[in-house]
């Protein structure tokens, strides 16, 4: 039964009167408990009587209960009737103003009880919503947590209410972004939030301590895992940058435990960090965010150097780099981590994208990184790092403008030390943005020199580097180094030539700048298989060792292309004076160490032009060499062979080295009736250069000072300069006399091939020649190694080239005496022999002592070789019967490998290492037939099973030599399954390199036959090793079981 309004009305005076009666705190509370609610339900009433009465008695309840601040207000009751009225804004409003006046007089069990109610009622007008969020702000720091991290969720029950968890998230990044002590009365919008957010988190007006236990609670709450991940991220990022430490140090704890669960690819997680960072851009003014403040921004960009991927938004991205470089809220920090984000923006964005950006970025990178940049250098560095990868990822953008790379290479000479290792990497990374590209198919490349077509700026960069390669800064020409290598090809002869400057001014760029050129650092470690030159390039063979970049093919210029701009370099810099270095008078126009490593790469890339494809100075390509300059030089300054002549003369009158001695000895030994008048003047200089303290020196002037001598001379005056040397021989100074008896015999073997073509002089005749032979077999006996090794010398290059005298000499030999006798008290007497069998008795006594040393045993054995040549008669059959005597004998690798090249230079009668045209035209030895041949080789076979260690290593390396060199010989051909047999002997020995040795004889046996010899070679083979056994050695009275000092000097103890 419904009520009137005049019995509603009177019943509210009772409640009117009822307030008026109470005299206390605790009546007060029980009325107002009892009776609010109910009032505030009737302001529903239809009747205006009713209402205004409603509004009369409430406004009494107000002002008693704020005037009583003990008094309780029933505000769970307040709450269930705010979710479950209607939209009466009257009951809404007043339900609003007592749940705000009660809520706080709760105490904190009561308040966290009701906060899943307060927030529930979110739902309601969004008028009202925040005034509810900010009774629950307070007491985020005080709120009880459950202890089970199960029952976490139970505190704000929001799991199944996204909206209101959406609103109060953003509500909770709106109070975390709220300035200390910024209140609404301020007309200046704080950094990061808008009018509308500003409004609402200021709305309490809270003193600074108050906001900061505040932003405790909020990151307490995250702490405890009451948000997700992905939904406490921004909080967190935004807690971490606060400025007090109370709240900044958990969130930051917190924050490296979050990020790892955060996928930074994704563009719905990373979007809130670009939003903050530059703003939202909202069409309503009202919620138009502003950007974020420079602290906020620092800790922004921390987050945005991880997106990946999707996550990386490029045009937003855009937005931040140049708001973190030039914007008004950004510090120094900030733009180092903006250049960072860029650099990742570069290398991971959508490569259109960034494309299209590229030049904007450019002109903004280099506006803080550039030579007019004033910036802090970790700025700087920043910037440069971040060009390097936009110059990788877009180097079109690069290509087109040069002043980019010389304005950076100027920077890079005039900048500090903590810049210079930044732009020389920058620099670095431009270089394959100016890379030369063949306009041709490599189908239609038939000359590979002609197809270097240079584009403008690949000029005006080459003038550039020019400019740059010497200069005085390390860092200037390692930068410089780069660009020459990767944008030239490598056998485009100015961009070598500027290389070849800073491998001789650096040291430390040596190795590197080496390896370019040569393939390897080390030139002596140079695999000459792989050099071509551009004029004879070939296909590289299909080897699987040439997939390493330390074997890959180097093309090389041809010498023509090389030699002109040395010759038009070498010749501007003698006009201006530039980099000169003036020694004995001489202008050079390098330094020593420059004019070293240009010699050097014009030796190699002459050889080769001239079609050699091995080390230059191998006396087989000597032979295309001669052809080369026959066909090319002329007496002009025009003519690239000359300007080679007189460049490497200039040097050698300077100064002599064992670089340009070898380049004028590769010259006069291969064109000496060109070349020797023009060098005549070098005699004097060359003369006392003898006397140089390295045996390596003198032994390279020795054999130009030959050359010079026998060419350069008439007969008299030959004969004339040998006397005298002859006369002062015995005055000079130890090395002054091995100089000079190497003179000697390169003289002398040159002369002698002079004369056996135009006359017909005989040689035991010629008394020049006669005391020269009688002066060298005595420095035979001489007591110093070096003479007797210069005079083993000698004689091998004389007797190489004719018979040697047979005359009567006298030498000292020591008289007998008893062995107590000092070695200084041995007295000597003079005893007479002929030349031809002292001299054989003598080498072959060094070749079997094994007290002599081993570079000396080595010649000896050549030696042996190269008499054979000239005196095939007497020497042959000696050779080869002493060869098999000394198998036995203790004997090193070196060794058995100089007596194989003097054994097959004795059955074949020519030096086994002269050119291969002149191997084919000497077939047949007339002192070593077919028959002889067979008798040697058969007794070398039969020697195989012998057990002795030295006997099986020589074998193996005999018989190696024997068959490579000499396959032509029939016997070779007939008795390959003996041979075959052999080796497969020699495989079961113990030793690995006897093992390897014969593995490669082996193979040159097979490789020998045709098929139908293939196949029955490997049965025989097969056979041998599966059925075959080895016999076990037996042990004889000249069996050696321990080599030689193996025990020691007391092996008894």
């Known amino acids: 039964m419904s009520s009137t309004p005049a019995e509603e009305i009177e019943l509210l005076e009772r409640v009117l009167l009822r307030l008026g009666c109470a005299d206390s705190d605790e009546k007060l509370e029980a009325i107002v408990g009892r009776f609010l609610t109910p009032v505030i339900l009737k302001i529903s009433s239809p009747h205006d009587a009713v209402r205004t009465k409603v509004v009369e008695v409430l406004t009494h309840i107000k002002r008693r209960v704020t005037s009583r601040p003990l008094v309780?207000?029933?505000?769970?009751?307040?709450?269930?009737?705010?979710?479950?009225?209607?939209?009466?804004?009257?009951?809404?409003?007043?339900?609003?103003?007592?749940?705000?006046?009660?809520?706080?007089?709760?105490?904190?069990?009561?308040?966290?009880?009701?906060?899943?109610?307060?927030?529930v009622c979110e739902e309601k007008l969004e008028n009202y919503r925040d005034k509810l969020f900010m009774l629950?702000?307070?007491?985020?720091?005080?709120?009880?947590?459950?202890?089970?991290?199960?029952?976490?969720?139970?505190?704000?029950?929001?799991?199944?209410?996204?909206?209101v968890r959406k609103n109060f998230l953003q509500l909770l990044q709106d109070v975390l972004l709220l300035p200390y002590g910024v209140t609404q009365e301020q007309d200046v919008l704080p950094p990061g939030m808008s009018f509308y957010s500003f409004k609402r988190a200021a709305v309490s007006n809270w003193k600074a301590e108050e906001l900061e236990k505040i932003k405790k609670g909020i990151v307490r709450l995250i702490c405890a895992g009451l948000f997700k991940d992905v939904e406490s991220f921004i909080l967190l990022v935004l807690a971490s940058s606060d400025t007090r430490f109370s709240v900044a140090t958990p969130a930051i704890a917190e924050l490296s435990k979050v990020c790892t669960a955060i996928d930074f690819a994704d563009p719905h997680m990373t979007a809130p960090l670009y939003t903050l960072f530059c703003g939202n851009n909202s069409q309503d003014a009202e919620r138009k965010t502003a950007p974020c403040c420079a602290r906020v921004r620092q800790k922004l960009l921390q987050y945005?150097?991880?997106?990946?991927?999707?996550?990386?938004?490029?045009?937003?991205?855009?937005?931040?780099?140049?708001?973190?470089?030039?914007?008004?809220?950004?510090?120094?920090?900030?733009?180092?981590l903006a250049l960072q984000f860029a650099e990742n923006l570069i290398k991971d964005g959508p490569i259109a994208i960034v494309s299209k950006v590229a030049k904007v970025l450019l002109t903004g990178i280099i506006k803080v990184s550039g030579r007019e940049s004033n910036e802090a250098h970790d700025v700087q560095n920043a910037g440069l790092s971040a060009l390097a990868q936009l110059a990788r990822t877009c180097p079109e953008v690069i290509n087109q403008d040069l002043k980019v790379v010389l304005a950076f290479f100027n920077h890079l000479a005039n900048a500090s030390a903590d810049l210079q290792s930044s732009i020389r990497d920058a620099l670095v990374a431009m270089a394959p943005a100016f890379a030369w590209k063949s306009q041709k198919s490599a189908e239609q490349a038939e000359n590979l020199e002609e197809n270097v077509q240079l584009s403008g700026q690949q000029h005006l960069l080459l003038a550039m580097l020019s400019d740059n390669v010497e200069s005085k800064q390390q860092i200037v020409q390692n930068a410089t180094s780069v660009f020459l290598t990767t944008c030239y090809p490598e056998y485009y002869a100015p961009a070598r030539l500027l290389l070849l400057l800073i491998a001789g001014e650096r040291n430390h760029l040596h190795d590197t700048v080496t390896t370019y050129l040569y393939g390897v650092s080390k030139k002596d470690h140079v695999d000459y298989n792989l050099i071509y030159s551009v004029e004879y390039v070939e296909q590289p063979k299909d080897d699987f060792n040439q997939l390493s970049t330390e074997r890959r093919p180097i093309v090389l210029p041809s010498f023509k292309s090389i030699m002109q701009h040395?010759?038009?370099?070498?010749?501007?810099?003698?006009?201006k004076n530039y980099g000169c270095e003036t020694i004995s008078n001489v202008k050079l126009a390098f330094s020593q160490t420059v004019y070293e490593e240009i010699l050097d790469y014009l030796r190699i890339c002459l050889w080769y032009s001239a079609g050699a494809r091995a080390a230059p100075g191998d006396e087989k390509a000597a032979a295309k060499l001669k052809s080369y300059i026959a066909e090319n030089y002329e007496e002009s300054e025009q003519n690239e062979l000359h300007q080679y002549v007189l460049f490497v003369k200039r040097y050698v009158e300077a100064k002599r080295t064992e670089v340009n001695l070898l380049c004028l000895y590769d010259l006069l030994n291969v064109a000496p009736e060109l070349l020797t008048q023009s060098h005549m003047h070098l005699l004097t200089p060359l003369s006392n250069s003898l006397k140089d303290v390295s045996e390596t020196m003198r032994a390279h002037v020795a054999q130009v000072y030959g050359i010079l001598l026998a060419h350069g001379c008439k007969d008299k005056e030959f004969d004339a300069q040998i006397s005298e040397c002859l006369r002062e021989l015995p005055q000079k100074s130890l090395e002054n006399k091995h100089g000079w008896m190497l003179v000697l015999g390169?003289?002398?073997?040159?002369?002698?091939?002079?004369?056996?073509?135009?006359?017909?002089?005989?040689?035991?005749?010629?008394?020049?020649?006669?005391?020269?032979?009688?002066?060298?077999?005595?420095m035979m006996h001489e007591s110093q190694w070096l003479l007797v090794a210069a005079a083993v010398k000698c004689i091998s290059m004389i007797g190489k080239m004719a018979i040697i005298p047979n005359v009567e000499v006298e030498i000292l030999v020591p008289v007998?005496?008893?062995?107590?006798?000092?070695?200084d008290n041995i007295e000597y007497e003079t005893a007479k022999a002929s030349t031809k069998l002292l001299i054989y008795h003598d080498i072959y006594t060094l070749l079997r002592n094994v007290s002599v040393r081993a570079r000396v045993r080595e010649d000896a054995a050549r030696c042996l070789g190269y008499l054979a040549i000239g005196d095939g008669e007497f020497f042959t059959q000696r050779n080869l019967d002493k060869f098999l005597a000394i198998i036995k004998t203790q004997k090193d690798v070196a060794l058995n490998i100089a007596i194989s090249e003097a054994m097959v230079t004795t059955l074949n009668g020519y030096d086994i290492n002269a050119?291969?045209?002149f191997a084919n035209t000497h077939k047949s030895n007339p002192y070593c037939n077919d028959e002889m041949f067979e008798k040697f080789m058969m007794s070398l076979v039969r020697l195989v099973p012998e057990p002795n260690v030295h006997s099986r290593q020589a074998s193996s390396v005999w018989l190696l030599a024997l068959i490579k060199n000499c396959s032509h010989r029939p016997a070779v051909l007939k008795n390959k399954e003996i041979l075959q047999f052999a080796f497969t002997e020699l495989l079961s020995d113990d030793s690995e390199f006897v093992q390897d040795v014969a593995s490669r004889g082996l193979g040159l046996v097979y490789s020998l036959s045709d098929t139908n010899s293939q196949n029955d070679l490997a049965n025989s083979l097969l056979d041998q090793l599966i059925g075959?056994?080895?016999?076990?050695?037996?042990?004889?009275?000249?069996?050696?079981?321990?080599?030689?000092?193996?025990?020691?000097?007391?092996p008894t103890g």
């Open 72 to 119: 309780q207000i029933p505000v769970e009751a307040l709450l269930d009737q705010y979710s479950n009225a209607g939209n009466s804004p009257f009951l809404l409003n007043f339900a609003i103003i007592f749940i705000t006046m009660g809520f706080p007089r709760l105490n904190i069990e009561q308040q966290s009880a009701l906060v899943p109610k307060v927030l």
């Open 136 to 163: 629950v702000l307070p007491i985020l720091s005080d709120i009880k947590l459950p202890d089970d991290p199960a029952r976490v969720n139970e505190v704000l029950k929001l799991d199944d209410k996204p909206t």
């Open 304 to 336: 945005l150097i991880k997106c990946r991927g999707k996550g990386i938004n490029t045009p937003k991205g855009i937005q931040v780099i140049f708001e973190g470089l030039f914007g008004e809220n950004t510090n120094q920090k900030c733009k180092v």
């Open 566 to 575: 040395v010759s038009q370099m070498a010749e501007r810099r003698l006009l």
């Open 746 to 778: 390169h003289a002398f073997s040159r002369k002698i091939a002079l004369l056996k073509g135009t006359s017909a002089k005989q040689l035991h005749e010629w008394d020049v020649f006669v005391n020269t032979v009688k002066v060298i077999v005595k």
């Open 816 to 823: 007998a005496a008893d062995k107590n006798d000092d070695d």
């Open 915 to 917: 050119s291969d045209d």
């Open 1028 to 1050: 075959g056994k080895r016999q076990v050695n037996k042990v004889s009275e000249e069996t050696e079981l321990f080599a030689e000092g193996m025990l020691g000097k007391t």
